[in-house]
Each structure stands twice: as structure tokens, then as C-alpha cells.
């Protein structure tokens, strides 16, 4: 149903305007039932070992072995440019050379335990590659 009805300027306030008004006749048509619309999910997953668990617990072990000289190529430039201190930085460049030069040698423990010493002042630095040495541990 449509009814229309014409209102007059009212005290130079109000313009005159037409107004409709509108109503329906028949019932609301019944809508059709859309499919359920599924959400889009991605994942970007990056990095050694990954892992994508959905409503579920992971208790699966990350085992990353890494060439001695591609960790240790990393850490001497991470302690190239983290560690403000000349003649800190090189006693520790020393230490780490020390230690990738006994890797797989009875000496390995000795040198690993003098690097983790005097890099104490920069464990936030050297945190990401304290576990990987672990790997060259033994004969």
C-alpha cells in the first residue's frame, strides 16, 4: 500500500515536502537457505620443522642439526654486531673460533664451557645459538 499526503511550508521554517509512505501487502517472502559460508584461514608457516596443530596439543620434539661452520659463520656475526665492546668482541670471536675449531674433539666440553663463561654479559644476544653447540657433544 502506498499513501501520499502533500505538507505545506510551515513559518518559512519548514519547506513544503511530499511524504510517502509505504507498506507492504503481502507476507515477507521466505528467504532460501545459503549455503554456510566457511572461513578463510591461512597459515605461513617458515622455519626448520614446522608445525600447524588445530585444536590439538603438540608434544612432537624439534631436532635441527646445523653444519658446524653455517652456526658458527652465524654466531661470528652476531657478535660482530651486537657486542659494543672491541676487546670483548674479540675475546669472544677467539672463544667461539676456539670452540668451532674442537668441535667433535675430546676438548669440545672445555672450550664450549670457556665461551658460555665470558659471553655471560650477552646471553639476550647469543641466547638463539647456546642449544645448536649442544649437537657436537661427543666423539
Known amino acids: 500500500?502506498?499513501?501520499?499526503?502533500?505538507?505545506?511550508?510551515?513559518?518559512?521554517?519548514?519547506?513544503?515536502?511530499?511524504?510517502?509512505d509505504v507498506q507492504r501487502l503481502s507476507p515477507r517472502t521466505r528467504n532460501v537457505p545459503q549455503p554456510p559460508v566457511?572461513?578463510?584461514?591461512?597459515?605461513?608457516?617458515?622455519?626448520?620443522?614446522?608445525?600447524?596443530?588445530?585444536?590439538?596439543t603438540d608434544h612432537s620434539t624439534n631436532v635441527v642439526n646445523v653444519s658446524a661452520d653455517d652456526l658458527f659463520d652465524k654466531l661470528r656475526r652476531a657478535l660482530g654486531a651486537g657486542v659494543a665492546?672491541?676487546?670483548?668482541?674479540?675475546?669472544?670471536?677467539?672463544?667461539?673460533?676456539?670452540?668451532?675449531?674442537a668441535v667433535h674433539q675430546s676438548s669440545y666440553v672445555?672450550?664450549?664451557?670457556?665461551?658460555?663463561?665470558?659471553?655471560?654479559?650477552?646471553?639476550t644476544l647469543l641466547s638463539p645459538f647456546i642449544p645448536a653447540p649442544g649437537q657436537f657433544f661427543g666423539p
Open 110 to 123: 672445555a672450550r664450549y664451557q670457556e665461551f658460555i663463561a665470558s659471553a655471560a654479559d650477552h646471553m
Open 1 to 20: 500500500m502506498l499513501a501520499s499526503h502533500f505538507q505545506s511550508e510551515v513559518a518559512n521554517a519548514v519547506p513544503a515536502m511530499d511524504q510517502l
Open 38 to 56: 566457511q572461513p578463510s584461514v591461512v597459515y605461513n608457516i617458515t622455519g626448520s620443522n614446522p608445525r600447524v596443530n588445530v585444536n590439538s
Open 85 to 101: 665492546d672491541e676487546s670483548k668482541r674479540n675475546e669472544l670471536l677467539e672463544r667461539a673460533m676456539a670452540l668451532h675449531d
